[in-house]
Antibody, heavy 122, light 109 residues
Framework: QLQLQESGSRLVKPSQTLSLTCAVSGGSISSGGYSWSWIRQPPGRDLEWFGYVYHSGSTYYNPSLKSRVTISVETSKNQFSLNLSSVTAADTAVYYC??????????????WGKGTTVTVSS | QSVLTQPPSVSAAPGQKVTISCSGSSSNIGNNYVSWYQQLPGTAPKLLIYENNKRPSWIPDRFSGSKSGTSATLGITGLQTGDEADYYCGTWDNSLSAVFGGGTKVTVL
């Protein structure tokens, strides 16, 4: 059974870069047809999608966050990562990684990590 | 403010049925498949419905989805206390981003 586990910095200072990694187990990140995504959920608020990466390394980002976001993949380690630069308190949230199906007129996340809470504070 | 509009809350007694609406536009729901996610308290979202009305194999048939025009609906029949959760709709938006609704809290009375 495919499992995803987020790890990384839980406390980040304002203006610094938030870095998270998602380790994939129970399956290969290189298996075709899937993209690998990051989503966050600020306290009591809506889900916000960052973008995705394919095992080939090709990426697609949410236009509203694109200037601050980098998503990358390391197939040899079966993991992918999120970097979010110039963080502020508004970036405090639970961050989730997920496997996503991307097709014509279709996009949904079928496997989610448990999430990790990141706080931005000095 | 979310791109997709959901009611903040719905409630019903055990065994009853609830429906949750998700309203969008031609740039999202109107031209793309809709998915639904269940988020139990303190846990990550879980896929409930994909491609408007399909259920993963582990989801009971008490859960159903439908879509008409620029709106979608999630139905839960035979409501159980374990169904108390937040439910989110999601889809692709032609502004080139995945989008979600604001979530609906289901309460079992």
């Amino acid at each position: 059974q495919l499992q995803l586990q987020e790890s990384g910095s839980r406390l980040v200072k304002p203006s610094q870069t938030l870095s998270l990694t998602c380790a994939v187990s129970g399956g290969s990140i290189s298996s075709g047809g899937y993209s690998w995504s990051w989503i966050r959920q600020p306290p009591g608020r809506d889900l916000e999608w960052f973008g995705y990466v394919y095992h080939s390394g090709s990426t697609y980002y949410n236009p509203s966050l694109k200037s601050r976001v980098t998503i990358s993949v390391e197939t040899s380690k079966n993991q992918f990562s999120l970097n979010l630069s110039s963080v502020t308190a508004a970036d405090t949230a639970v961050y989730y990684c997920a496997r996503a199906v991307r097709g014509y007129n279709n996009y949904y996340m079928d496997v989610w990590g448990k999430g990790t809470t990141v706080t931005v504070s000095s | 403010q979310s791109v997709l509009t959901q009611p903040p809350s719905v409630s019903a007694a055990p065994g009853q049925k609830v429906t949750i609406s998700c309203s969008g536009s031609s740039s999202n729901i109107g031209n793309n498949y809709v998915s639904w996610y269940q988020q139990l308290p303190g846990t990550a979202p879980k896929l409930l419905i994909y491609e408007n009305n399909k259920r993963p194999s582990w989801i009971p048939d008490r859960f159903s989805g439908s879509k008409s025009g620029t709106s979608a609906t999630l139905g839960i029949t035979g409501l159980q206390t374990g169904d108390e959760a937040d439910y989110y709709c999601g889809t692709w938006d032609n502004s080139l981003s995945a989008v979600f609704g604001g979530g609906t809290k289901v309460t079992v009375l």
